[in-house]
């Protein structure tokens, strides 16, 4: 379940602020300058001008000071960093100097610019900086620069040690180009012990060293380096391995965090050795599964530093942790890196270059796939047409190129080439490699029908990447060129023309889309999870997770959202599907039964529920079977399960009956009862007006309901007020009066009291009276409730459709919506009446007779059909129709009319009150009626209250939410 848990993770939260904030203009100014530039976050533009720039170096002597293609652009000032891009051509010339190299600034005189700076770094580099623009602003760039020079003094002790971990500055020293002096080697990657990939002789690595070294001498280097055209030259060609590691730090920006964060992974590692987590249990399972082919990861260390950064990592970004791919990512970058490195590598990919990439969801992974589609589509459209032809998952051939960044996917002396551009150009080289590989197959690649053909051709491709592209040929030169080099050529020739604007608009078409197959795709895959729950159905499971998500998100958003909900969210909940949870009475403690559901549903006593927690507990609250609900409400109050309850859990039981039928017992909402004598007054309106004209048989359809009829209002809701009232008291005495004396030696609490002196006025009492103790079992209880019909019918029926589950999400939820005024302009059922009408109509002769025969007399028959047994409804309507004053020529009693609107019962008003909203809801309704287990007495109200009846089931029409991947 934890990694359905994790679309809100931060890794697609970082996507959304890196990716999706920039495309739509969210971000500030300053985040896009850190971004474009791989700067840290933070960075601030304090001031920017326009300039041109010359450069020089000291260690290079003999080289002219004005060069004859003077690069122009923008040169930016930030708290920490001087920064310049060529306004042309960023290859042209390029730079982020750390103001803390900055050894010495002077002014240069200049005839014809407004004002020249010479700056010389740590590396002798001599940078003449020609402002551009008025003298004014001139010297205001300049004061600035000098201002954020006297800030960064403080820190410059912090450069020395930096620069011996860094293999350039060991390379210029060994050389004795500089003075600076190394007691030891600065610390690389498992290369220098296990060997580097590929044969160095080949790959002609000591003439990259050679060709850097000078590059070091003229252009600096580290964190003072500048690029020129020759620098992307160097890079294209494959990078050396013993400055692999460090200059892969330089282009993707990550050398800087690593120097403003000295000590940092060490100290993680100290501060979390020896604990244990979801995710190091999870980087130990893929340890021995990292680039298995390279020998250092068949060692221990070799083992021992993948698991030391990637649990750095997965401590310094808990809500990530660890994620699939990332073993292998930060297995490639230790071959050349140390530790330190490789920690901080990562953090910039995960965070900055490839967001999304590396999270439980794969979100950034998946976005690319799909702009990856859109330009093979775009560029190849052929091979596209027969992909779409033949059913072909292309995603399932590229998602793995992608996500190792080709590390897995073809020989790791080959990955590491595109590594070297990666690093340099960004994500658009994935798609520009990805895409050069698909055209230069695509021959082959028409002929496969199949994915398992596709792959195998792709497959193959990559094994033979050392061999000629034209074996053939007749020229020794075209022979000479290997497969690699022309995937490389039609790569960043050919398909130059996908660009990061280009990448930028297709990711912005189809985020939306891929973020909702993500979300939908962890929705089914958690509800698939869930318990079974055979009171909810799937369309209903679809609501509560989306009700709980949107609870737990919308109260906790300083913690980025949560997958477990407190108990303020679990009000709130409750609050938005239950009516009775909406009421807020001063009386009670409207928290206590909530509470007390909260604590049961929480079966791991963590204080939190989750998703499957409330489905639980939910499937036992809408429980339609009545002995079970029962038996789920009586739990409540015996949390250590002893099937009894003490005089304590009798009263909360009491008080919190009084909460839960609050909004039936003050009139806000009427209960079945109510509504079927809403219901039998519209007939015997009809039968009236139907008898005065002399109508004694007519065809359902010609029953019409009157547009306007009395109904004494005040009366009914009087009538559901007292039956409630009632209820509660008859509960309350009849617990007492049937439960068992508690023995002693289980409240031995009693013996204290039973020494203190009891008021007279109270011994009567068991309630109240201590000297009595008495329980309640769950039998007990269960006869106290069937005791009531109003109880009853509460825990058959009323509470569990006072619990909307399927109430969607987006609707707005008002179940009060002015109760009190509902009775205005009633329209009942006209089916449902006017069968009614008919029948009695029907016996309507027969009727008369007998109750003149009888002089008044009311004579009843009983119920023919249990509960259960199925019996006709019609016969079961004619033989309660016969207790009804059908034509008001004999009129009966209260009481007997009470007993008349208790047996037939329910449904009406809810139609009328969902038809006043706009809602269309149609019911079925059968009446049949049981005896409990009580002998039967004289006709009597207390007689009507201990029979057990069985009440209308109504079916509301809700349109439930359908979720499409």
Not at 398 to 413: A, E, G, H, K, T
Not at 424 to 440: C, E, Y
Not at 866 to 886: A, I, N, Q, V
Not at 913 to 924: D, H, I, Q, V, Y
């Amino acid at each position: 379940m934890l990694f359905f848990e994790s679309i809100r993770d931060r890794a697609v939260n970082t996507w959304n602020q890196v990716v999706e904030k920039s495309s739509d203009g969210k971000l500030t100014k300053d985040q896009k300058f850190c971004l474009k530039f791989r700067l840290p976050e933070g960075e601030v533009v304090s001031k920017e001008i326009a300039a041109e720039i010359d450069i020089t170096s000291k260690l290079v002597p003999g080289v002219p000071k004005r060069s004859s293609n003077i690069p122009q652009g923008k040169l930016y000032l930030t708290g920490h960093f001087l920064v310049f891009k060529d306004a042309f051509d960023s290859r042209t010339c390029s730079f982020n100097i750390h103001l803390l190299t900055v050894r010495k600034v002077e002014r240069s005189n200049s005839d014809i610019y407004g004002l020249a700076l010479e700056i010389t770094t740590f590396s002798s580099t001599v940078i003449t900086i020609f402002l551009l623009g008025m003298r004014s602003e001139c010297e205001r760039f300049a004061l600035e620069l000098r201002l954020q020079l006297k800030k960064n003094l403080k820190d410059v002790k912090k450069l020395g040690p930096f620069i011996h971990t860094c293999y350039s500055e060991y390379l210029l020293s060994k050389n004795k180009v500089i003075k600076e002096k190394f007691d030891s080697v600065p610390s690389g990657g498992l290369g220098l012990v296990f060997k580097f990939p590929g044969d160095a002789r080949e790959l002609k690595d000591k003439s990259k060293m050679k060709l850097w070294f000078d590059y070091f001498q003229s252009d600096g280097r580290n964190l003072s380096i500048i690029k020129t055209p020759m620098f992307y030259k160097l890079v294209r060609v494959g990078l050396p391995n013993r400055l692999r590691g460090e200059l892969w730090e330089v282009c993707s920006g990550s050398i800087y965090l690593r120097y403003d964060n000295v000590g940092v992974y060490h100290k993680l590692l100290d501060d979390n050795k020896g604990r244990t987590s979801v995710a190091i249990e999870e980087i130990e399972k893929d340890l021995n599964r990292s680039l298995p082919e390279y020998a250092a990861y068949q060692s221990p260390e070799g083992i021992n530093r993948l698991r030391n950064v990637l649990s750095a990592y997965s401590w310094r970004n808990p809500e990530l942790g660890y994620c699939q791919a990332m073993n292998i990512v930060v297995a490639a970058l230790l071959i050349y890196m140390s530790e330190e490195q490789a920690f901080w590598t990562l953090n910039s990919l995960c965070e900055t270059i490839v967001p999304g990439y590396y999270s439980k969801t794969m979100y950034g992974t998946l976005l690319d796939q799909k702009v990856f589609e859109s330009l093979v589509q775009q560029t190849i459209p052929i091979l596209w047409d027969h992909i779409v032809k033949h059913d072909i998952q292309l995603s399932v051939v590229s998602l793995p190129w992608f996500l190792s960044l080709y590390i897995s996917s073809m020989p790791l002396v080959f990955a590491f080439r595109i590594l070297d551009i990666f690093f340099l150009q960004g994500p658009k080289t994935l798609f520009q490699v990805a895409l050069a590989i698909l055209k230069l197959n695509g021959e082959k690649l028409l002929k496969c029908e199949d994915d398992g053909t596709f792959i195998m051709v792709i497959k193959n491709y990559f094994q033979t990447l050392h061999l000629s592209a034209h074996g053939e040929s007749p020229h020794p030169k075209f022979r000479q060129i290997t497969n690699f080099q022309e995937l490389l050529v039609t790569a960043f020739k050919e398909f130059s023309i996908i660009t990061d604007d280009m990448i930028d608009k297709h990711r912005s078409k189809h985020r939306g889309g891929i973020f909702q197959n993500i979300s939908t795709f962890v929705k089914r895959t958690e509800i698939r999870n869930l318990p079974k729950t055979p009171n909810l159905n799937s369309g209903t499971l679809d609501i509560i997770y989306d009700r709980f998500y949107s609870v737990v998100e919308s109260l906790s958003l300083t913690t980025g959202g949560g997958s477990l909900m407190d108990f303020e969210a679990f009000k709130t909940f409750m609050s938005e599907i239950c009516v009775w949870a909406q009421f807020d009475n001063p009386t009670n403690n409207n928290d206590a039964f909530l509470k007390r559901l909260f604590i049961k549903w929480d079966i791991d006593a963590r204080h939190e529920l989750s998703l499957s927690d409330l489905v639980r507990g939910l499937n036992t609250l809408v429980e339609p079977d009545l002995m079970t609900a029962i038996s789920n409400f009586f739990e409540l109050y015996d949390p250590k399960k002893r099937g009894k309850l003490d005089r304590e859990g009798i009263l909360e039981i009491s008080e919190d009956l009084l909460y839960l039928t609050t909004p039936w017992k003050d009139g806000y909402v009427l209960d079945h009862l109510t509504n079927v004598a809403i219901e039998n007054t519209i007939a015997d309106e009809i039968i009236k007006h139907k008898t005065i004209n002399g109508i004694n048989d007519v065809e359902d359809e010609d029953i019409k309901l009157p547009e306007t009829f009395n109904i004494d209002r005040q009366k009914l809701e009087q009538a559901q007020i007292e039956r409630y009232l009632a209820g509660a008291s008859n509960f309350i005495q009849r617990a007492f009066e049937y439960a068992q004396p508690a023995e002693d030696d289980e409240h031995p609490e009693e013996l204290l009291i039973k020494e203190l002196a009891i008021d007279s006025a109270f011994s009567h009492n068991k309630a109240l009276n201590p000297n009595s103790p008495v329980t309640v079992n769950l039998p007990t209880f269960r006869m106290v409730i069937l005791a009531d019909e109003t109880y009853e019918l509460f825990f058959s029926k009323t509470f569990r459709e006072s619990v909307q589950v399927s109430k969607p999400l987006d609707s707005k939820f008002n179940p009060i919506r002015n109760l009190r005024d509902m009775f205005d302009g009633l329209i009942a059922d006209g089916r449902e009446v006017a069968n009614k009408v008919r029948r009695r109509m029907d016996s309507a002769a027969s009727n008369a007779l007998l109750q003149i025969n009888n002089n008044g007399g009311y004579e009843s028959k009983p119920p023919k059909s249990k509960l259960g047994e199925g019996e006709d409804d019609d016969e079961d309507d004619e033989d309660e129709e016969e207790r009804d004053d059908d034509f008001g020529v004999i009129s009966i009693d209260d009481k007997d009319r009470a007993l008349l609107l208790g047996a037939e019962a329910q449904d009406l008003l809810i139609k009328v009150s969902e038809s006043k909203s706009g809602s269309s809801t149609t019911a079925n309704s059968t009446s049949t009626s049981a005896s409990t287990d009580a002998p039967p007495t004289s006709s009597t109200s207390t007689d009507a209250q201990t029979k057990r009846m069985l009440f209308i089931a109504t079916k509301s029409d809700t349109n439930l939410i359908d979720f499409e991947v």
